[in-house]
Structure formats: structure tokens, C-alpha cells
């Protein structure tokens, strides 16, 4: 993103030469304001600029009612040095002239912002710059929604699949389809399962779950910026016959685990787990562990 981001705000300058600019995003946590990008500005100047009061005195009144679209300080429907942040803040450190717009994700979340400053009161961005900046404002507000990537993926799943957010607090945020209520309990068996998967491995991974009322799912975790995780989930048909004793040993065979090992986990007996791993063979019709762990894995045969 940030490669991206600088990519974009080089090319801008050639709109508007500015002597400063800053890109700011959402924090995925908590929705404040974080810096993204930012070049020119005093490190005082920036802090300031992500604070509360910033927010409050300039953004709120002036860019968010815009949405999308930049306004020039000269364009102000006031005298500029009445504004606090203009008269204490950017006038001070040698910025007379630039511009402000509030960034918003396409469900109408402000999601950040962008200001650019020039050091000559005499050259504010052109009317042609303005036009420039606002059509590029989507692009930017996607690249810092930190909900962005998990928003997309959620928008090129099938209708039937549900989608949820895991922030990396453990918040839980609706994608797509309504949130199931075991997911919302940090205890229940779906929720820990979900956790274990996603601190089990860095890459997307699919598993399969059973409910406590016997419906099948196909799920999937994939990984977004931020440490955000994307679970789907499809409602499914018991796959390849295999029972839910098959799919418990079949987890365990995948893990590379030997039938001593599985019977002493699932407190049964080797010959007992032997049976079950000759019936997992021919259901899956392979022929032989590696094949069955190999499958398991491709298709996400696996229960957490």
C-alpha cells in the first residue's frame, strides 16, 4: 500500500506542486486517524493534523460535507485566519495556500484524508488540479481503508456465502450475509476454532465445521493488510461421506500425526484408527496417507 500510495501522491505533484502533503487513514482499531503518508510537514505540524481538534475544526465542517471532493483555502467562505488551524497552525510553519478533502469508502465511512500546502498564497491549486484530485479521491480512500481489501473480497463471493471481519482486537464486523451468534462469543466452540486457525498459520486456509445441530459448512480465513482476517462461510452437504470421527482423523493425519498418536487423542484404539483411515482412503479414493492428508488440505478437509 504504502509503494502505491507514494506512486500516486508523486504523480499528483505535477498537479498541484506542493511543498507538503499528507495522506491519512483509519486505524483499524480504533477509526482514528494514522498517517499513511506524509512529506513536508513539521512532525508537530502532522501530529496535530491527526488529532481530535484538527478533525473538529476543519475537517468536520469543511471536507466531510464535500465527500470526495477537495477544497482550496482560498475558497473558504471565510476569512481564512479566522480558523485556528490556519492562523496557529499552517500559516506559522509557512504554508498560505492548499488544499483539504476527506476521503470516504463507497458505503459512506469517512476513512481519512488528504491536505496538500503550497508555500505561495499567489498559486493555489487550479480549478483543473481540484477536478484531478477529486476523481482520484475513490482510489485513495480505498488504498486507506483499512476494511478496504476485506470489502472487495467479500464483494466477489457467491450470494450464498456469509463474510465477517475479525478485526486484530477480536471485533467482529459484518461483510456479507448476517453474523452468526456463535461468532459473537469469544467461548463458544466456533469462535476458538476460527482463533486457532488463524494463529495456527500466516496463509488463507480452509477447514470444514460441523455445528452443535449437524449442518456442514465450508469455511475459509484469508488474510488482509492491517492483521485483519477474513472468515467466509457456505452452507454445505456432509462431503465425500466422511463422518465427523473420519474428518477428526483425517485433521490428524494431515497434521502428519502416526494412528498411535491419533488413538491416544481421540481415546481409541490403534486398530480402530486404522479402520478409519482405510474408509477415509477409499472415500476420498486414494491410495494412500500422503494422498489423503494432500487432499484433505487442497480441499479443506479439516476440522479445527
Known amino acids: 500500500m504504502e509503494e502505491r500510495v507514494e506512486v500516486i501522491l508523486d504523480e499528483l505533484r505535477a498537479v498541484v506542486p506542493y511543498q507538503a502533503v499528507m495522506l491519512a487513514g483509519a486505524d483499524p482499531v480504533s477509526g482514528r486517524p494514522r498517517r499513511v503518508a506524509h512529506y513536508g510537514y513539521p512532525k508537530r505540524l502532522s501530529d496535530y493534523m491527526i488529532g481530535d481538534a484538527f478533525g473538529t475544526e476543519m475537517l468536520e465542517p469543511f471536507a466531510y460535507s464535500l465527500r470526495g471532493w477537495p477544497v482550496r483555502e482560498c475558497d473558504l467562505p471565510m476569512d481564512p485566519l479566522s480558523l485556528r488551524p490556519i492562523a496557529e497552525h499552517l500559516r506559522p510553519a509557512g504554508f498560505p495556500e492548499g488544499l483539504l478533502m476527506a476521503l470516504s469508502a463507497g458505503d459512506g465511512r469517512d476513512v481519512g ?5 503550497v508555500d505561495d498564497a499567489r498559486t493555489p491549486p487550479s480549478d483543473e488540479a481540484i477536478s484531478s484530485i477529486g476523481h482520484v479521491a475513490g482510489v ?6 483499512p476494511l478496504g481489501d476485506a470489502r472487495w473480497l467479500a464483494s466477489v463471493l457467491g450470494e450464498q456465502q456469509t463474510a465477517v471481519a475479525i478485526m486484530p482486537n477480536g471485533t467482529i464486523t459484518s461483510l456479507r450475509g448476517s453474523v452468526p451468534a456463535d461468532l459473537l462469543d ?15 498459520s500466516s496463509a488463507d486456509t480452509p477447514f470444514t465445521w460441523l455445528d452443535d445441530e449437524g449442518a456442514w459448512y465450508a469455511c475459509r480465513l484469508f488474510r488482509c493488510r492491517d492483521g485483519i ?7 454445505s452437504e456432509q462431503r465425500h461421506r466422511l463422518t465427523r470421527r473420519e474428518l477428526e482423523v483425517l485433521t490428524h493425519l494431515a497434521a502428519g500425526s502416526t494412528n498411535d498418536e491419533i488413538a491416544a487423542e481421540l481415546v481409541v484404539t490403534t486398530r480402530t484408527v486404522r479402520a478409519h483411515v482405510e474408509r477415509v482412503m477409499e472415500k476420498l479414493a486414494v491410495g494412500s496417507r500422503s494422498g489423503a492428508a494432500a487432499r484433505a488440505i487442497r480441499e479443506g478437509l479439516l476440522i479445527p
Open 186 to 200: 469469544p467461548t463458544s466452540r466456533l469462535r476458538q476454532a476460527v482463533d486457532r486457525v488463524a494463529r495456527a
Open 229 to 235: 482476517v477474513v472468515l467466509t462461510m457456505t452452507d
Open 140 to 145: 485513495l480512500a480505498n488504498l486507506v481503508d
Open 113 to 117: 484524508f488528504l491536505i496538500m500546502s
